[in-house]
């Protein structure tokens, strides 16, 4: 399978709290990139983390990488009912490969 | 700016049909991507264009479907004859080279249902 892993696989909580999205792969990157994708909607790039980066800000989101573990983390901080949503990470060496999602839900 | 545009957003056909879909890239973008997504799953690459090669076409399952990018601008994906489990939403995505830093950009996609 081309794809990674995220996990959880869906995630319900309260608005205004934290949102965190993990993700696992198993070979060497050389960045790491985080997706948000709309219910009926295409894919929308949120962050980019490099390869020898270990956090990465922008705005509400928070991403992490930890290349020892083959793993990064995505944390929406002060949660909102638009943050409703498929997130996805894809790491990209000669492509990009997307993993399988978290379907994040927001409840007001 | 316009982004990624795709036709047609939705289409049903019956099963051993053909169906094609149009890509047009943003404007000067190099890279043309077609991904597959089944229902709750991720993209995945069905081929990579570089201009008008296609680069990486190792998922594309040839015996029925093709696609090709004349010019290097706009691009064509098609699915002949169509099968049952080819319905999913057909994605195109562009960027502006092929550097690992580049963002893709992604059409709203092309919804498949084959009956």
């Known amino acids: 399978s081309q794809q990674g892993e995220e996990d959880p696989q869906a995630l319900s909580i309260q608005e205004g709290e934290n949102a965190t999205m993990n993700c696992s792969y198993k070979t060497s990157i050389n960045n790491l990139q985080w997706y948000r994708q709309n219910s009926g909607r295409g894919l929308v790039h949120l962050i980019l983390i490099r390869s020898n980066e270990r956090e990465k800000h922008s705005g509400r989101l928070r991403v992490t990488l930890d290349t020892s573990k083959k793993s990064s983390s995505l944390l929406i901080t002060a949660s909102r009912a638009a943050d409703t949503a498929s997130y996805f990470c894809?790491?990209?060496?000669?492509?990009?490969?997307f993993g399988k999602g978290t379907r994040l839900h927001i409840l007001p | 700016e316009a982004g990624v545009v795709q036709s047609p957003r939705y289409k049903i056909i019956e099963k051993k049909q053909p169906v094609a879909f149009w890509c047009n890239p943003i404007?000067?973008?190099?890279?043309l991507y077609w991904y597959r997504q089944n229902l709750g799953q991720g993209p995945e690459l069905l081929i990579r264009y570089e201009n008008e090669e296609a680069v990486d076409d190792s998922q594309l399952p040839k015996d029925r479907f093709s696609a090709e990018r004349l010019k290097g601008v706009d691009s064509t994906l098609k699915i002949q004859p169509a099968e049952l489990g080819d319905s999913a939403v057909y994605l195109c995505a562009s960027s502006l080279e092929r550097v690992s830093g580049n963002t893709i950009y992604f059409g709203e996609g092309s919804w498949l249902t084959v009956v």
């Open positions: 404007s000067g973008h190099n890279t």
């Open positions: 894809a790491r990209r060496d000669d492509k990009i490969i």
